[in-house]
T-cell receptor, first 114, second 111 residues
Framework: KAGVTQTPRYLIKTRGQQVTLSCSPISGHRSVSWYQQTPGQGLQFLFE???????NKGNFPGRFSGRQFSNSRSEMNVSTLELGDSALYLC?????????????FGPGTRLTVL | QKEVEQNSGPLSVPEGAIASLNCTYS??????FFWYRQYSGKSPELIMFIYSNGDKEDGRFTAQLNKASQYVSLLIRDSQPSDSATYLCAVNEETNSKLTFGKGITLSVRP
């Protein structure tokens, strides 16, 4: 079974631009969560989507948004990019949305904001 | 604020030794506990999960959970140089799939 895929793998943007990242979960998985990883803050939860609905949201500004499609694929968007948005963005998929479900990570998208 | 602490790092052990990685969490509502391994430049890989108090063994890995002490650990027996990585502890609640991660412990296994 194919794993979680993320595109693009690398992205370079300038301040003020916006970016869209894509995630395809493992086949049959309906929950997609997004995380930001930086050296200083570690892995931080952004949001989770299940059945095209946002189920949980972390403590990030409204510039960070996402959506999920009927085939469970998910996108996240960051508008008005800031230097501090440079990070590894990871998505994780799981079968269901309640706690205890194993979450499997994709390879990540490395975003650099100049 | 819910916190997951992973202290006492980085950790260096000789090949063949037992590596012991520790994690404490602040939220008594936490129900599920996960250990991820992350190699440099790669994404986290799930290696163990545990839900009940006690030990859970999988090959060379043993996860230990003590909910009363809010403590979860990972033991790696017969450590190999290929085990050298950062190990991340993560917890979540029963009704919420959000994972709260610790900052990780970097393990180095010396040949």
């Amino acid at each position: 079974k194919a794993g979680v895929t993320q595109t693009p793998r690398y992205l370079i943007k300038t301040r003020g631009q916006q970016v869209t990242l894509s995630c395809s979960p493992i086949s049959g998985h309906r929950s997609v969560s997004w995380y930001q990883q930086t050296p200083g803050q570690g892995l931080q939860f952004l949001f989770e989507y299940f059945s095209e609905t946002q189920r949980n949201k972390g403590n990030f500004p409204g510039r960070f948004s996402g959506r999920q499609f009927s085939n469970s694929r998910s996108e996240m968007n960051v508008s008005t990019l800031e230097l501090g948005d440079s990070a590894l963005y990871l998505c994780a998929s799981s079968l269901e949305t309640f706690g205890g479900n194993e979450q499997f990570f994709g390879p990540g998208t490395r975003l650099t904001v100049l | 604020q819910k916190e997951v602490e992973q202290n006492s790092g980085p950790l260096s052990v000789p090949e063949g030794a037992i590596a012991s990685l520790n994690c404490t969490y602040s939220d008594r509502g936490s129900q599920s506990f996960f250990w991820y391994r992350q190699y440099s430049g790669k994404s986290p890989e799930l290696i163990m999960f545990i839900y009940s108090n006690g030990d859970k063994e999988d090959g060379r890995f043993t996860a230990q959970l003590n909910k009363a002490s809010q403590y979860v650990s990972l033991l790696i027996r017969d450590s190999q140089p290929s085990d050298s990585a950062t190990y991340l502890c993560a917890v979540n609640e029963e009704t919420n799939s959000k994972l709260t991660f610790g900052k990780g412990i970097t393990l180095s296994v010396r040949p």
